[in-house]
């Protein structure tokens, strides 16, 4: 295929074990299982580092951000965290290499943390639009929230009139305010803008197209169609949980109020199916569809209580597969569909891939795998071992073994994945565990060049509330 249409499509905390395509048979996903079914789907892809801006550097450069060493803090950044800060000048982006050899090229999100001051995502694209109003982003005015409703959001009446510092559950409440049907979700307007833009444009092909969808993150309040899918109790009065603390949830939260958070979840991944397949359609009816390599990923999962802990959301040093293993679906005109590949790769590899299937022919120093190979003639392997840095913990992971650390090599949890494959039991203390931990550190730190930065310092030094790291990512 000659100079392809490239679109690249990211979801935030989309779990791949709540798709149909990955085994979940209770949550409804026709479009992403009929994607699945005309692409090649990989069943052991990682993110190489953590949260949300770290992933979004990543697959805009297709370079490592591990494990953080060029930390400095953003003016006007909220987030203090390693790997959280702009993209750096002196390295390329897909975008701007793709303008450079003829794309034409288009941006939409409403990916919050795109935003802040200086992030400089934009670099590369003739064409981008941020989409507001989604996460805790003071948008719509928080003067709008009553204490009633901040109340039944699982809000603090205490910090009702205080919208800064940042406070996720009062503004997302506030931005809720507007949102009468789906059609005025963020996510909608997401995907209506990305059909709009390959209508217009599909004059200038080869497009680039890059959509990155912030739901199924929270604020986790679906409509009310998607909620009564997974949960529909007309008598129930429990609290609807925008936010949850991130740590074990029975202290936060009554069993039938996690049900009802989980099933806002689950309504919020139905929805983004709809969208995402109404977006499909229109490439399909478009006549993109035969010349379009579409790429389908998310930046990590989040937790639900199945582990030991019993731990909600992502803190960091909670990175278990539920937060790790990320979905990867590749459309190829003219690979064969349906196939699986079970090898360890990383998020960095979906960015090579496109890099490959441009055709530019300058080189271009990349850290992912160009997976086309892999897909037409299965013969590349995968990784032999996998590491991540998400703030002050590390991860590391093999066909045997996977295992959490902190940045000064304690470990905080070892598993047999051979015998525990969702890692429910910690063998941290078992006798043999010292040789899987040595074996773990020792990637770790070579993955590293040799050391893990720590901004502890730096951190508190610059944060006048003390707030190491922002428990509401």
């Known amino acids: 295929m000659e100079r392809p249409n490239l679109i690249f499509i990211v979801f935030d905390t989309l779990r791949a074990d709540y798709l149909g395509c990955y085994g979940n048979k209770k949550i409804y996903t026709p479009n992403f299982n009929t994607f699945a079914s005309e692409s090649v789907v990989f069943d052991n892809v990682y993110p190489e580092s953590l949260p949300t801006i770290p992933v979004r550097r990543s697959l805009h450069t297709g370079r490592r951000c591990y494990p953080f060493k060029d930390y400095q803090i953003l003016k006007w950044c909220s987030i203090k965290l390693p790997g959280w800060q702009p993209l750096n000048n002196d390295e390329d982006t897909i975008a701007e290499n793709l303008v450079e050899n003829g794309y034409y090229t288009g941006f939409i999100t409403d990916t919050s943390a795109y935003f802040t001051p200086g992030m400089n995502f934009t670099r590369g694209f003739l064409q981008w639009e941020f989409i507001r109003g989604v996460e805790g982003s003071i948008y719509h005015s928080p003067s709008r929230v009553t204490p009633e409703i901040l109340k039944k959001y699982g809000g603090d009446i205490g910090k009702l009139r205080k919208p800064y510092p940042k406070y996720f559950t009062l503004n997302a409440a506030a931005n809720l305010s507007e949102v009468y049907s789906e059609e005025d979700t963020t996510t909608a307007q997401v995907f209506l803008r990305a059909m709009r833009f390959i209508e217009e444009n599909r004059i200038f092909q080869p497009l680039f197209l890059f959509i ?262």
């Open 212 to 473: 990155d969808c912030f739901i199924p993150h929270e604020p986790w309040k679906a409509p009310d169609s998607y909620l009564e899918m997974y949960y529909n109790n007309p008598d129930y009065n429990g609290r609807t949980f925008l936010h949850t603390k991130y740590g074990p949830v029975d202290i936060q939260m009554s069993d039938e109020e996690f049900k009802h958070t989980v099933a806002h979840y689950c309504g919020l991944v139905s929805m983004v199916d709809t969208w995402f397949g109404y977006f499909i359609q229109k490439v399909k009816r478009l006549g993109l569809w035969e010349n379009s390599i579409i790429v389908v990923l998310s930046d990590h999962g989040t937790n639900f209580a199945e582990n030991p802990e019993r731990v909600i959301g992502k803190p960091h040093y909670a990175l278990y597969p539920a937060v790790m293993k990320v979905p990867l679906m590749i459309h190829v005109p003219g690979v064969k569909t349906c196939t699986r590949f079970d090898h360890l790769l990383y998020n960095i590899d979906a960015t090579a891939t496109l890099y490959r299937a441009s055709g530019i022919e300058r080189k271009i120093s990349l850290d992912g795998k160009d997976l086309m190979a892999l897909m037409t003639e299965n013969h590349k392997e995968g990784r032999q071992y996998l590491t991540c840095r998400y703030g002050d913990s590390v991860w590391f992971r093999d066909r045997n073994h996977w295992v959490i650390m902190n940045i000064k090599g304690q470990p905080r949890s070892v598993f047999d994945i051979e015998k525990d494959p969702e890692c429910r039991h910690n063998i941290v203390s078992d006798n043999n565990s010292g040789t899987i931990i040595e074996k773990a550190w020792k990637f770790i730190l070579k993955d590293a060049g040799g050391q893990l930065p720590d901004y502890k310092e730096l951190i508190e030094q610059t944060d006048a509330l003390g707030e190491r790291y922002s428990e509401e990512r």
